[in-house]
């Protein structure tokens, strides 16, 4: 089928499942819930960090830090895919499009720089116990943070600026429940060699880049917990990084298969599925991963709401 040009300048429609109709509203249900969990989830994460002096730590500023990233990550998604389910008009404006996806993709690359402060935060904590505390300073891991919004900020100005150039066909639907950049190249009608060669190489640095240090961080962490006698110590090295390794899992996993893999219809319908996994289901399960496995965080959360035992505050 031949493709129509037209201006760049236009509105786009998002698709999701809008071919079945009658899930529309078991849809809003569903997804309503989920931003009502991780927007709970990752609150009480953040005031029981903020309350409790004996969580004033790297690690858990760094955890508060994640909680406030997926709190605006799935803000700038969430209420517009609410508002699709129920609205007969689905598009959104040229300006709302730019706006959405880049914070998409700035805030999808501030999470994986903050993973890997994450990865060096346990590696010190592991490896060079003694010397945590003057290591993981206030001021560097505030500069980790900033570092890792501000590494971000230009990287995505470019690929903007190249999908701005595009001319787009004159039925702007993106098959997709928000604005993300494959199935917005679907959508031109010129060539899209430059935005896919610029999208490969940002891809490169914001996935690879950051997972280099994770990578070496836990390879030194597993030989330091290897040469350890206690299987009692190896339990409790893998206890304190196992939410961690498991977050950055399903982040990155889900992540790498949707720029990696091919563009066929196929491959796009699946990519759907998984931008949806590491944009709305990750930052849900996040909260519960650090929850159920961190016990300073489940007695502040029994104290919070009062079920705590009389031994756990004693």
């Given amino acids: 089928m031949i493709k129509e040009n037209h201006t760049a300048l236009s509105d786009f429609i998002f ?13 809003f249900v569903v997804f309503l819930l989920i931003y009502m969990t991780i927007i709970t989830g990752n609150v009480l994460i953040i005031y029981i960090i ?5 969580l004033d730590t790297p690690m858990y500023f760094f955890l508060k830090s994640l909680a ?15 508002v699709s389910f129920v609205a007969q008009n689905k598009t959104i404006s040229f300006v709302g499009w ?3 996806i880049y914070f998409v993709l700035f805030l999808r690359g501030t999470e994986c720089f903050l993973l890997a402060t994450m990865a060096y ?3 010190v904590a592991i490896c060079n116990p003694l010397h945590y505390k003057l290591i993981m300073c206030k001021e560097l891991c505030l500069g980790l943070v900033t570092g890792a919004l501000i590494i971000n900020m230009p990287v995505y100005i470019g690929q903007i600026y190249l999908l701005f150039t595009l001319l787009y066909c004159s039925t702007c639907e993106i098959n ?3 604005c993300d950049i494959p199935p917005v190249l679907e959508l031109a009608c010129a060539d899209t060699f430059a935005s896919e060669v610029y999208m490969a190489a940002a891809s490169a640095l914001i996935l690879v880049l950051p997972f280099c240090p994770i990578f070496a961080s836990y390879v030194k962490i597993i030989f330091v917990i290897l040469k350890m006698p206690s299987v009692e110590g190896w339990k409790k090295l893998f206890a304190t990084c196992s939410s961690h390794l498991i977050v950055v899992s399903l982040f990155y996993g889900s992540a790498t298969i949707v720029y990696v893999s091919s563009r066929s219809k196929e491959t796009l319908i699946v990519n759907k599925l998984l931008s949806l996994f ?9 909260p519960i ?3 159920l496995r961190n016990t300073e965080v489940k007695v502040s959360l029994r104290k919070l709401f009062g079920t705590c035992q009389p031994d756990c505050t004693s």
Wanted: charged share 10%.
């Fill in 15 to 27: 698709v999701g499942y809008s071919e079945l109709p009658i899930l529309q509203v078991l849809l």
């Fill in 50 to 54: 903020v309350t409790n002096p004996s």
């Fill in 68 to 82: 406030f990233l997926e709190i605006f990550y799935t803000s700038v998604t969430l209420p517009k895919i609410l």
């Fill in 98 to 100: 730019t706006a959405q």
């Fill in 121 to 123: 935060d346990r590696y």
């Fill in 176 to 178: 997709n429940f928000f």
């Fill in 278 to 286: 590491y944009t709305i289901l990750i930052p849900m399960l996040n």
């Fill in 289 to 291: 991963i650090y929850n």
